[in-house]
């Protein structure tokens, strides 16, 4: 036991060393991303978010009927349909697809991977529900069925949980830079969409939006990590080289 572990930290301090700049942009990431859900979540508790909260939701209100949502009504169907890319049903079916795909292409690892960061994500999310129990807006009628707390919005969260892990994913496999780009370009839109539609159906206040992208980026930061690990120890697919233009 004490060889192994022992072992397993060596190589980490490899990769490490290895890693120097990609990790500590990561190290940094992760912590300034934990630090702003941190700060974030004291300001929820004092009410000093409440005044930006309320400008906010009510700008994407019909100033003369605030019932009525900003725009025609197929603007309103259209973030309805983007806010279920954020959903329970939705994201289980994209992660059981991509988990399936793993598993016959035999990347065990990269499979438990996506596996555990969102059902880990999940899990956590519910957990923060349960311990701010911060209650939804009252301000406008909700355009969307919610069963949950407010903060932090889970359809956030888990957005940017799935996806960006996903992007991350699928950039670590790539070493075009235009794929990667595209992937995390992708990836950050989805996130960004979802909790957008949020704030505009009237379910959830902007910061527990922000709050919910903040943990989910943190939460695919840390996965992009555990990836490249995996990847140093060939437990994991390597980088695919772009293939060349054609003459």
Known sequence: MYDRFTCGFRRLMFW?????????????????????FVELAEEVREGETKQVDRTILLSLRDQSDITDPWGPRWVEEVVRDLTALGGIGVLTLITLAVVGYLLLQRNNSAALLVLVAVVGGLVVSYLLKWQFARPRPDLVPHGSHVLTASFPSGHAMM???????????????????????YFLLL????????????????????????????????????????????QRHGEMDSPQSEPSAPN
């Not at 890693?19 to 990431?29: K, R």
């Not at 990836?187 to 989910?216: E, F, K, N, Q």
């Open 159 to 181: 957005a940017a949980t799935t996806y960006l892990t996903l992007g991350a994913l699928l950039a670590r496999v790539h070493t075009g830079r235009r794929l990667k780009a």
């Open 187 to 230: 990836a950050a839109l989805l996130s960004i969409s979802v909790g957008i539609s949020r704030v505009y159906l009237g379910v959830h206040w902007p910061s527990d939006v922000l709050a919910g992208w903040t943990l989910g980026a943190c939460w695919a930061i840390l996965c992009w990590m555990i990836t490249a690990y995996l």
């Open 16 to 36: 490490l060393g290895s890693h120097e700049l990609s990790t500590l942009v990561g190290f940094v990431l992760l912590t300034a991303g934990l630090w702003l």
